[in-house]
């Protein structure tokens, strides 16, 4: 029998065709995660944040009305009053949701004309940086494209995680303690230990093939190279998951940091029907009160700015409510001097269909409430970078919507906030402008060519300049 | 629901009413890689390895969801860490299994951790699931994974079981398994298929599943390039019961009954029985356009009593209908009519959409946003009690709705009698008498004449004589066998087979003629790569 020279799993990969790719060293993230933030460069992480139905152009000006929520975000946050393209597909919200923070013509009602703003920043930055999409999705049944928010380059959606308890299993399961652990003491810890040697070795190899039909030397053309480079992308998502460290990873403290202390697996909200709140056109909307929506949301906002200061996210999108406002609140809502019990329809056929802008105007303040909750987590001092910044000084963060009022595809709300540095805060804005020339601005922010639009022939329409520093 | 200026409609890019061509375009298609549907993962490990994964083990991966057509078209396909996870998982599933022990062995003659057993290994498994030979840069990484491995156990005696595994394991999540690849950049313009890349056309078309080894020995020693063998493999793959799979799959995605909503709990029966006349007819031979207008049902008990016919047995029956008036056809089983009902808008508006799409080929655009509150309107608007019909009649007459209606609603008049789960029935829940009298629009024929029809058995005789219809049943299933929508000069290609087809002409014919053309036999190179 003619036995080889022994090859360790390093120098398989070597020896594998795979000397001139940057291979995601296991050792690099089996790093214990609340030290990667502590220690390395701070990370570049750009994420939106969604909420549905738009504002009223006069709510858009100060932060007296719908906007007193990011009142201590004042000095921090750009906004500005953009206009929107519109789809010829899908009825009203479906034709404006593709575009949104794409600012590409939709390819069908459910498919982009080019890929998120966020993802085009993580595909120029960092394409193995990991995205979490996640927020409330509910929806009337129009079309998929109300909770889409992140498109991959191709156009098709990256779907939102439903649930905090979802959230937490996609994004911490890989790091939190082993369920089955590795006993020091035990007489098998060895074979434990090969076992996660050779299931880390799959995975490489699974890896490595996906990597080759992605790359110049692949034998497919453009899209379909796209495909596998999409396939190996989410390997990389799960990645840990897939392979578990061969090492037992210590999830201490990080060298004393308090940034990344994972808790416990939230529990969901106990909602009647929770999964009913995708419902079909013309159905009434289920009710539910405003408290239940914003302790789910809330939970949601917890884990993302906890997932970003970890850095195990890095792109994304958080939405407070898909497209169209659809939920029907109910509960007594205090806001602004006035309150609402809500009107017992959905906010879209209250706001548009039976003229009640006054339920709209108290609708839109819960919801940039509870955005500005989590501008908060993000923003807790306690928690700083490690350049001593707060995760919403150094990370990106788009605020946005689908409309203006009333359907209307001019003035639909915008803000910037972070950025680190690259980015002018604290201004409103009127200047007239379409969405493609605040998002080319933020690229151009980024150092990036500002190509946003020219796929589809989206045009300029005024200047987003005063975004940049 | 009404819709205004009628654009995007036939005759664009992409939507060319069958049969309809523009100069100098390709015949060929170009389909992008493709991933495996979970039911084509289930069959291709049942057919290869010999393991059967039921519907429990085949549930960890999410469900195929079409965005647009079949949801085999790559185009549609996306894939989530939920799809890794769940290939991941089957991986596992798969290769600690006694089948895969049993495949391994039946595939590999040697059992050591030599130079020379890890390359018969690696060849050996990669040729099987890669559905191909494997290549040099395959053979060092897959070789270096199982040298990795056996490395681990040094002299174990189960080394060399490890080291297979573990390379099974990649290899099944790896895109030689998990995708349908064609090299796409070999050549220009448009080009033969290699034995191998044929070999995996036809089986995914045929038998939703790999070649089998005689296929593959076909491939290898070129008798596919032959026209001669080429026809004999055909003929010997269109006999294996395996493709029924096929016919199956078509009838249950071209209808849409995966999403039939479990209202009343028969959504099971209704999708076993359009399933069945399907594939029952056409397997017994009957010709594919007599589907429209076969005069028999498929049905149970229950579903019989809805269609109001006294239940003849348990279970599926077959019910003549020879002298039952207005339940004839395919379009008229109780599955399918769920199915095409299974939309917002409105019976008439759904149904129609379903028939312009998927019966005519055309492409209807949704309405526009700038009409919300108009369609709201008219919709308010409405008696209470007013008929589907009257309600559709008005929209026609209501010239921002018309534009579009005109188009659509006239094709679901005549289903009427059906309500929402395909029962038959004369009137609506208001008492109104159900018509059943239409019109197919003019822009369906081809000298540009409206074709009226009186009652239900008139009109899917016309359907079942259709040039267009005809054409696009052959448009539809060509576009899943080659996991690909048509466009431009494809669809000439199907046109001509639908007329070479005839209306004598069985599944077995379509099939055979379609894997024997040049759509199918050729690809096509992307300019821009």
Redesign the interface.
Known sequence: MARRPTHSRRLFLRGAGSVAIALPFLSELARPRSARGQMGPVPERFVTCFFGLGLDPSWQNDFDGPLEPYQPFADKMACFSVNMEQGSEGGAHCNTSTITFVGEHQQSVNVAGGPSLDQRIRRALDPAAPTLVSGLWWRRGACDAQALRVFNPDGSARPPVKRPSEVFDRVFGSVMPDPDPVDPSDPDLEAERRRRRIQRSVLDAVMEDYRHYGSDRSPLGRDSKLKMEQHLASIREIELQLAPADDIIDMGDGGGATSCAIGDRPSDPAIADYDRFTYGTGDAAPAIAWQDVERVFHLHADLYALALRCDLVRYGNLMFESAGGHMNLSGTYSAMGGSTDFPGTSQHDSYFHDNQPHHARLYQHLAQSNLAYFLERLDDPAFPDANGMTVLDNATVLIGTEYGWNHSKQNVFHAVLGGGGRFRPGFHTDRTMNCVDLYNAILQGYELPATVGSATGVASEGDASVLLA | MCAAAC??QIGEKGDLPPGATRPGELTAV?P??R?LTREEYGHTIADVVGLTLDADALGVLPADRP??GFANI??G?????D???GY?SLARTVVASPEFAAFRERLVDCA?????CARATTEALGGRLFRRPIDE??R???G??F???A??YADDPIAHE?AAN?VA??ML????F??L?E????GEGTRELSGHELATRLSYALWASAPDEALLEAAANGALDDPEGLAAEVDRMLADPRVDRVRERFVRDWARLESLPDDDGLEGELIASAIAFYRDHLAEGGALFELFDARSAVLTPALAEGYGLEPVGDGLRTYDLTDVEGRAGLLAQPGIVAGMTNA??GEIVARGLFLQRQVFCGSP??????L??AI?EF?AEQPEDASERDIAETRLMRSECGACHSQFDPLAYGFERFDFRGRFRDSDDHGNELRVDGWIPATYDEGGVEVGYGDFDAYVALLADHPRVQRCFVQRHAEQALGATLERGQLSAAAELADRLGPSGGHEDLMRLLVLSELFRLRA??E??
């Open positions: 654009t995007g170009e992008l890689a991933r965005i647009e790559a185009s396909q996306t894939v989530l860490p799809h890794v996870r991941a050591d951790t030599s130079a020379e840069r395959e060092a990484l897959y270096g994974l040298d990795t491995v490395d681990e490890a573990a394991e990649a999540q790896s895109p030689g998990l995708y690849l090299d796409e950049l070999d917002d808008g655009p949704d309405p526009p946003a700038s919300q509150d709201d919709v190179i992307p821009d790569d």
